[in-house]
């Protein structure tokens, strides 16, 4: 399984990513969380076109930061822990076994305007999505090549 580092203040993790760069501000928070530091400091040091030094740096706790479990195309995602990326079908495994499934985001009231978020529904013949416990990407279709 992959895992991911989020902010659980969100204002925080954006303004972090907004000024550090979100592949740098995440790097340096993978590889600072394992330190003997309560803290995770970020800093960067560029010049300008005209030469001028521009530094910046923040500290933060690291408990502003949760360890969570991230989406892996490449092998199996336990659900609800992890949700698909997109609509479509995907390899699911539950009670009945591994079966293949289409899963869709819709609303989840009657209203246009409700503002709770879209839930996941799945489409089988033998499973329901209460009883998912994991899914995967299908892979690539076979594609048979022509020897002439």
């Known amino acids: 399984?992959?895992?991911?580092?989020?902010?659980?203040n969100k204002a925080l993790g954006e303004a972090v990513f907004t000024f550090f760069g979100e592949e740098f501000a995440r790097d340096e928070i993978e590889?600072?969380?394992?330190?003997?530091?309560?803290n995770i400091y970020l800093e960067?040091?560029?010049?300008?076109?005209n030469n001028k030094l521009f530094n910046a740096h923040v500290e933060f706790s690291k408990t502003e930061i949760e360890k969570?479990?991230?989406y892996d195309p490449a092998g199996w995602n336990p659900y609800p822990l992890v949700e698909p990326i997109k609509n479509g079908y995907y390899l699911v495994q539950s009670g009945f076994g591994i079966n293949i499934a289409h899963f869709s985001q819709g609303t989840s009231g009657p209203e246009k305007y409700d503002?709770?978020?879209p839930k996941w529904?799945?489409?089988?013949?033998?499973?329901?999505l209460k009883?998912?416990?994991a899914f995967r990407e299908l892979p690539e279709e076979f594609k048979q090549v022509s020897n002439d």
């Not at 960067?44 to 076109?49: G, L």
């Not at 529904?121 to 329901?128: I, R, Y």
Request: hydrophobic share 30%.
């Open 121 to 128: 529904v799945v489409k089988c013949s033998t499973t329901e």
């Open 31 to 38: 590889q600072q969380m394992f330190d003997d530091d309560e």
């Open 131 to 133: 009883d998912v416990v």
């Open 115 to 117: 503002n709770r978020p």
């Open 1 to 8: 399984m992959k895992y991911k580092y989020e902010f659980k």
């Open 44 to 49: 960067v040091d560029e010049r300008d076109a």
């Open 68 to 70: 969570t479990l991230d």
